[in-house]
C-alpha cells in the first residue's frame, strides 16, 4: 500500500455543509454583490473597486487610531507603537491604490464620470473619522453627513473629543513637561496651533532621548502617520489633476485646487518645528 501524501491538495477539507467556507466567512457574496456599476463602461468597474477597498483600510485605520488613542489615554506608551505602526502599512497600501487607479485615462472616466452625480470621496464617513481622528477639526466638513444622524453623531463625538496628538501631550504633561492648560483645555473642535512652551517640551524630549525614549519613539511614529497621510493626499491630488485636469470635483469642491490646499493642513506642528530648532 502506498501512503497518502500528506501535502496533496486532495489532504485540504472538502466538505463545508456543516462549517463555515472561506467564501461564508467573508461573506463574498455579499461583498460582491456591492459591486454595482451604473454604467457599461469598462474602467468603471476599477473606479468602483479601488474605492472600495480604500474603505475597508480607512475603516481599519479608524480601528487602529481608536485603540491607540484610548491606550495613550490610559498612559499606555509601549502598545500603540503597534497600532500605529499598522496604521502606517494601512496608509501605504492606500497610497498605492491610487497607482491603480492612475492607468484610468481621462477618455475612459468621461465615459462614466456623470453617471454618480454628486457622489464623491469628499462624503466617506471613513476618511472624514481618520481626518478628525489625526487632529483635522473642520465643523462644517459634517454637514454632507446630516441626512445620517448615527453617523454624523460619531463624526460629531469625535470632533469634540482628543485627537491622537491631544492624547500625546496630554501624556506629556502627566511626565512632568511643561503643557500650558490652554493648550490642555483647549477647544477641541479647532485644529492644533503651533505653542512655543509645546514646541519646547517636545525640545527637552528630543534633547535627552535616553531618558524620555518611549514619548520620543512615540513622536517619531506619529511623524509616520503623518508622512503617509500627507503623501496619500498628494497622490490623491495628482491623481485627480492628470485624469480631470482643474475641472471641479463630483462632490461640489474645486476638484484639484481643493486637494492642493488640503497639502497644507499641518497635523502635528511642533513634531515638525522641532528639528529646525533642535
Do not use: C
Not at 43 to 48: G, K, M, N, P, V
Not at 183 to 189: H, T, Y
Not at 234 to 259: E, P
Amino acid at each position: 500500500m502506498t501512503r497518502p501524501d500528506a501535502d496533496s491538495a486532495a489532504q485540504a477539507h472538502m466538505d463545508f455543509t456543516r462549517s463555515l467556507s472561506y467564501g461564508d466567512y467573508l461573506h463574498l457574496d455579499t461583498l460582491k454583490a456591492a459591486h454595482r456599476p451604473v454604467t457599461a463602461a469598462h474602467d468603471e468597474h476599477l473606479f468602483i473597486a479601488v474605492h472600495h477597498v480604500s474603505e475597508v483600510w480607512l475603516e481599519l485605520i479608524v480601528r487602529e487610531l481608536t485603540l491607540a488613542m484610548d491606550q495613550l489615554g490610559a498612559g499606555i506608551t509601549d502598545a500603540p507603537l503597534k497600532g500605529l505602526t499598522r496604521v502606517v502599512r494601512a496608509q501605504e497600501q492606500l497610497t498605492q491604490a491610487w497607482e491603480v487607479l492612475k492607468t484610468m485615462t481621462p477618455a475612459d472616466y468621461l465615459q462614466f464620470r456623470s453617471a454618480f452625480g454628486q457622489a464623491s470621496g469628499f462624503q466617506s464617513a471613513a476618511y472624514r473619522m481618520v481626518d478628525i481622528l489625526l487632529g483635522n477639526r473642520t465643523p462644517v466638513l459634517l454637514q454632507p453627513f446630516a441626512h445620517q444622524p448615527e453617523v454624523h453623531a460619531r463624526l460629531d463625538a469625535a470632533l469634540h473629543a482628543p485627537s491622537v496628538y491631544d492624547q500625546t501631550l496630554r501624556l506629556l504633561a502627566a511626565r512632568g513637561l511643561t503643557v500650558p492648560p490652554e493648550v490642555l483645555g483647549r477647544d477641541l473642535s479647532t485644529p492644533a496651533a503651533s505653542h512655543p512652551a509645546v514646541l519646547e517640551a517636545w525640545l527637552t524630549v528630543y534633547r535627552d532621548p535616553t531618558t524620555y525614549w518611549d514619548v520620543y519613539e512615540l513622536a517619531e511614529k506619529l511623524l509616520d502617520v503623518e508622512d503617509n497621510f500627507r503623501r496619500w493626499r498628494f497622490n490623491h491630488f495628482t491623481t485627480v489633476q492628470r485624469t480631470i485636469g482643474m475641472k471641479g470635483g463630483s462632490g461640489g469642491t474645486s476638484g484639484a485646487g481643493y486637494l492642493q490646499r488640503a497639502l497644507g493642513v499641518v497635523l502635528f506642528p511642533e513634531l515638525w518645528e522641532v528639528r529646525t530648532s533642535l
